[in-house]
T-cell receptor, first 111, second 117 residues
């Protein structure tokens, strides 16, 4: 089983739609979680951290469910510029900072 | 520098040759990571360095791969006797590790694209 698993998609949605991605992780001791965004042929960049109580940044909401070991990202009012690959990222936290990336979920937002 | 710098940006080599990829992290960042991303795939963890601790080499795919970090700053990833399956983008990232909370945000370089003919 992969340490971090995501649905690869692609998700094709119209502008203005709400879309949600889930991610599961295998190490129950994992301590910190993030969503990164990667545009085509570019390096990944931090989108947002994921906190235990859930957190929101504008149109983006991240949730963590430790009991079920999954993380979610909700994008409201999708924009064309949201088209990208979204990477779920987990720091296992077992005495170090080895950071594991999921394979990513591709999102296409269409006019 | 202001960001993570990687060189070369593109490298084309012949099968069997050795290559060296360089990463210059953000000044003051204590942790440095190498990942590999094949076309259309996710990021594969290779190795990470944290301060003066022994590096975590658990992701290196074979003994042809090695990396070092000199003086806690610049890192070099070396691939010996390159094979066609080594063709990928090699991404370096650095971070300022923050205490025990594990809030560890990575900043990536633009990557080195390696093509093995």
């Amino acid at each position: 089983r992969k340490e971090v698993e995501q649905d690869p998609g692609p998700f094709n949605v119209p502008e203005g739609a709400t879309v949600a991605f889930n991610c599961t992780y295998s190490n129950s001791a994992s301590q910190s979680f993030f969503w990164y965004r990667q545009d085509c042929r570019k390096e990944p960049k931090l989108l947002m951290s994921v906190y235990s109580s859930g957190n929101e940044d504008g149109r983006f909401t991240a949730q963590l469910n430790r009991a079920s070991q999954y993380i979610s990202l909700l994008i409201r009012d999708s924009k064309l510029s949201d088209s990208a690959t979204y990477l779920c990222v987990v720091n296992p936290g077992t005495g170090g900072f080895k950071t594991i990336f999921g394979a990513g979920t591709r999102l296409f937002v269409k006019a | 520098g202001a960001g993570v710098s990687q060189s070369p940006s593109n490298k084309v080599t012949e099968k069997g040759k050795d290559v060296e990829l360089r990463c210059d992290p953000i000044s003051g960042h204590t942790a440095l990571y190498w990942y590999r991303q094949s076309l259309g795939q996710g990021l594969e963890f290779l190795i990470y360095f944290q301060g003066n601790s022994a590096p975590d080499k658990s992701g290196l795919p074979s003994d042809r791969f090695s990396a070092e970090r000199t003086g806690g700053s610049v890192s070099t990833l070396t691939i010996q006797r390159t094979q066609q399956e080594d063709s990928a983008v090699y991404l370096c990232a650095s971070s300022l590790v923050r205490g025990g909370s594990g809030a560890n945000v990575l900043t990536f370089g633009a990557g080195s694209r390696l093509t093995v003919l």
